[in-house]
Each structure stands twice: as C-alpha cells, then as structure tokens.
C-alpha cells in the first residue's frame, strides 16, 4: 500500500516521468522529494521556487535552464541570464494581496508553464489578475464568503499537509474567533488522522468533528477518539463539538458565528457545502481579506 509520502512521491512521478523528451517537467525546487525525480526524467526541466536564492534554481539557470521565483513580492522568471518580471505577487486575486503563500508557489508554477508555451509576461498576468477565486472558478479551493459580520472560508484541505498550508495564510487574518470543521479519513493511518487533528489545534480556537457518509472501515466512536486524541496533545483545554453530519456541522457554523469570526470549513461533500453557506450568505464570495 502506499503508507509513507516517499512512496505516494514515487507514484506521482509517473506523471512527469512521462513527460515526451522535447516537454517540460515543471518541478518545485523547495521540495527535497520533488526535486530528486530530475535525476529519474528524460524530458526538459523547469524549477519553481519561494525562495529567490535557491542554490538548486541559481545552479540550473547559470547552466541556461528556465526558473521561477518570488523575489521581493514579484513573480519572476529566470531564463539563462534573462530576468522577466511577470508581476506582484499581492496584486493577483489568488494570493489574498500576498497572505496566501501557497496560492503564490501555485502562480509560479502556472507562469512558469505558460511562459514555457512563449506566452507574453503581460499576458500571463493579465490571465492572473482576471482569475477571481469562488466557487464557480474553484470550487472548494479557499472559497470566502462574507456575511454581515463574519467570513465562512470552504476549502477541501484533507490531510496534515493541507491544514500547514493554509495555517500561515489563517494566522494572517484578524478575527475574534477562528472555528474550524475537520473529520477524519478512515482508510488514513492512525498516526496521520491524530496529525490532522493536531494541526487544526494549532491553528483554531474551537473545533467542530463532523462525519462523513463513507466512514471508510472505520467507526465513528474510533475516528471521533483519533480526532480527540489528536487536539487534547495541543491544547487538553480546546474547545471541542462532535456534530454527525456534514451539513449539520455548517448549520452549527453559521448559527454560532460571532461578530469578527473566521470559520473554515474542510468540506468533503464541496457542492453541498457550498450551497448550504450560500443561502445564508447575503454577500457574493469575497476575492480579498484583510490581513493583519
């Protein structure tokens, strides 16, 4: 089975292993698993990096290879001894005015590709800057709703990994409370659902356990206990509500919201979901937070 994310890397790096000799393969630079399948490939490679003094990007351009960089708040590619300034980082919708950094590793990545198929820098950001996050554009990827007085975010983050992701850009936001909604994955390891738990401890005030439909082997008294399990090695003192269904948790979101409170919601069932805030939103979904 794949248990260990070496292993999940590994069938991954089907995808770009058959990238045809005259593509490219875009990888991230910042990533040490990523960044070794450049020895398993025979197609041309492409870095993307965070960090604008990567020492595996520099070494790859000084050699003539194409990057892309977050440098000082600017997109930008490296071609050889060539330096293209796509753009602000801040400026494009997707990035939250800059406080999604994952959002913005995404947008060097896309750059990236299409400046690969020689499409103009202005282009590339014009596309950029005219991608408005939703959920008719992105569905379930940090869809912000502004009510009256408080934001419900619907993100489909599942795993550890995820809720890191997004922590940065959560901890940047002001607000009186933060709520999240979580669940566990029944065919996920033990260790990694307590995981789940333990990041979402790190990150929120009080949180929601909701069951999905499809426990996966698993029974709800065993993921309900990982789940506790996971947050009490954070916090024993945390703030935790069990709610059985998914559309039950959301409902409990939005009648217990407090004014300045951000509740986000890690949505298995998005559409549902999506529709379920949207008839209590009196707002359309919001492209731009403030930050603190």
């Not at 399948?37 to 020492?55: G, P, R």
């Not at 995820?162 to 002001?174: D, Y």
């Not at 990150?203 to 399990?229: K, Q, S």
């Not at 954070?234 to 407090?258: G, N, Y």
């Amino acid at each position: 089975g794949i248990d260990t994310i070496e292993k999940l890397a590994m069938v991954k790096s089907t995808v770009v292993e058959a990238v045809a000799p005259d593509g490219y393969a875009i990888l991230n630079a910042d990533d040490d698993l990523v960044y070794d399948l450049h020895d398993k490939l025979t197609c041309n490679i492409a870095y993307f990096s965070m960090n604008s003094e990567n020492e595996r990007v520099r070494h790859h351009v000084s050699k003539g290879g194409m990057a892309a960089i977050y440098e000082n708040d600017f997109i930008t590619i490296l071609k050889g001894k060539m330096i293209f300034r796509i753009g602000r980082a801040s400026q494009v919708p997707i990035t939250f005015n800059g406080a999604a950094t994952f959002n913005i590793a995404n947008v060097l990545a896309a750059s990236l590709a299409a400046f690969i198929q020689k499409i103009h820098p202005r282009d590339i950001m014009e596309a950029l800057n005219t991608f408005i996050p939703g959920p008719e554009t992105i569905p379930g990827r940090m869809n912000v709703f502004e009510f009256a007085s408080h934001k419900v975010i619907v993100d489909y983050a599942h795993n550890p990994h995820g809720l890191q992701s997004i922590a940065g850009f959560l901890q940047s936001l002001q607000a009186t409370r933060k709520v999240g909604v979580i669940t566990g994955v029944g065919d996920r390891r033990c260790e990694d659902i307590k995981a789940l738990a333990s990041e979402a401890a790190k990150i929120f005030d009080e949180i929601i356990i909701r069951h999905d439909d499809d426990l996966r082997g698993r029974t709800v008294e065993e993921l309900d206990r990982l789940l506790t399990d996971g947050i009490r090695a954070i916090d024993p003192e945390r703030k935790i509500t069990i709610i059985d269904s998914e559309i039950q948790a959301v409902e409990e979101v939005l009648r217990t919201a407090v004014p300045g409170s951000v509740s986000v919601i890690f949505a298995d069932d998005v559409s549902a979901v999506i529709a379920q805030v949207q008839k209590s939103c009196n707002k359309k979904p919001a492209a731009q937070l403030e930050v603190a």
